[in-house]
């Protein structure tokens, strides 16, 4: 096995499109799961007295949860589970990040979002800002990709800001280890009056953008570069194809703490129209080898 990645999972359509995408992406990096669920921890509020029979009764739900996940991951992909006691449910999978040394942490939506649509609950946003390795965020309806369709393209939503070379290098990295061709996209919001100028505008800064960002590629690694262009980053995003076996994968904002992830404007844009998965990744993120 190249890695470990923790899957946070809860009894919901959201915990089986995270432990699914969670599934396809092992599998196509050769990695391990670790299945987690979070319970509060031992210093809940008074409000609460402890009962030992329902602290049993809650541990025992939690592992018959695990087993259930664990069902649905193929016999070709290691998995462990864990049962957590945390502060919130974020902090417990951060903490099993980690103590195992992930490479990612996988999250599914919110409950209540359109098929293959995002929609940020309270896990996936504290996460968004407080995480030191990447996060997956699987959308609604990530149950229902066949595994066998594996991963077949990583398209990075890069730029010219800080951070941009490490998103760079992440995406790289996940495109080898998963065998998955790799898209550069560009996406430009036309704010100009329709026409040559505004096309020509744009042209311009995706050049910027490509010129830079082929200087950082490694030689052996051949990309595909993308103009997404629109009235609205939405706009932009819904012009654009995307496979049923894509990753979308994009740097958190440059406000972000180091080594923390905060979901910039772009990405949060992105979000809305995004039809597969996204990774964010911490502008200042360490580098494979020198992970935890």
Not at 104 to 120: D, E, F
Not at 136 to 161: H, K, M, N, S, Y
Not at 170 to 189: C, K, N
Not at 216 to 227: G, N, T, W
């Amino acid at each position: 096995m190249t890695g470990r990645i923790v899957v946070g999972y809860t009894a919901t359509d959201a915990g089986r499109d995270a432990v699914a995408l969670g599934v396809r992406l092992a599998a196509a990096s050769d990695s391990s799961l670790d299945l987690v669920v979070v319970l509060p921890g031992e210093d809940r509020s008074v409000i609460t007295p402890p009962d030992a029979g329902y602290d049993r009764y809650v541990q025992e739900r939690a592992r018959a949860w695990l087993d259930e996940a664990a069902e649905r991951v193929p016999a070709t992909v290691d998995a462990r589970t864990h049962v957590r006691y945390a502060d919130s449910f974020a902090a417990g999978l951060l903490e099993t990040a980690h103590e195992v040394g992930a490479s990612h942490i996988v999250v599914g939506a919110a409950n209540g979002g359109l098929r293959g649509r995002h929609r940020l609950g309270t896990v996936a946003s504290e996460l968004l800002h407080s995480a030191d390795v990447p996060v997956v965020l699987a959308p609604e309806g990530a149950r229902r990709v066949d595994a066998t369709t594996g991963i077949t393209r990583i398209t990075a939503a890069i730029g010219l800001r800080p951070g941009a070379d490490v998103l760079l290098e992440e995406s790289v990295a996940l495109a080898a280890s998963t065998g998955a061709e790799l898209r550069l996209v560009s996406l430009v919001a036309i704010d100009l009056p329709a026409g040559i100028a505004a096309n020509e505008s744009a042209a311009m800064h995706a050049d910027e953008v490509f010129v830079h960002a082929r200087a950082e590629l490694p030689k052996d690694v051949d990309a595909e570069a993308v103009v997404g262009l629109g009235d609205s980053i939405e706009d932009a995003v819904s012009h654009l194809s995307w496979e049923p076996g894509e990753i979308a994968i994009v740097g958190s904002s440059r406000l972000a703490r180091p080594r923390r992830l905060f979901l910039g404007s772009t990405a949060a844009k992105m979000l809305h129209e995004l039809p597969v998965p996204m990774i964010v990744v911490p502008r200042t993120h360490a580098k494979k080898g020198a992970r935890r």
